[in-house]
């Protein structure tokens, strides 16, 4: 499977931004997936992950009740909606894929990454 992250972006703390991670290849929904961050100089962390059919979904500490990870399998996409941005959530945001229904939060059990999407929150 191949993904590719879009809609990073410079914006104003506060504010709010949707990620969208589109799949190719071996898809239809046979993946659960993970968004991860790397923030300058920081190791790539766990944001949010969703179950191959969206039931379950699982979050940081950091950013529960503000962040919402969401799919739609027609479009094999899944979301990422930030509100609330704050400084701190500066980095480059990426999508993971793996074959397996539950929420994984470690990112070295993630076999497929795409490229990732840079989001900088000004204060």
């Known amino acids: 499977v191949q993904l590719q992250a879009s809609g990073g972006g410079l914006v104003q703390a506060g504010t709010s931004l949707r990620l969208s991670c589109v799949a190719s290849g071996d898809t239809g929904g046979a993946y659960g997936m993970g968004w991860f961050r790397q923030g300058p100089g920081k190791d790539r962390d766990f944001v949010a992950a969703?179950?191959?059919?969206?039931?379950?979904?699982g979050y940081a500490d950091s950013v529960k009740d503000r962040f919402t990870i969401s799919r739609n399998n027609a479009k094999n996409a899944v979301y990422l909606r930030m509100n609330n941005l704050l400084p701190e959530d500066t980095a480059v945001y990426y999508c993971a894929a793996r074959r397996d229904d539950g929420l994984v939060y470690a990112p070295q059990l993630y076999p497929n990454w795409g490229q990732g999407t840079q989001v900088t929150v000004s204060s």
């Open positions: 969703v179950s191959r059919k969206g039931g379950s979904t």
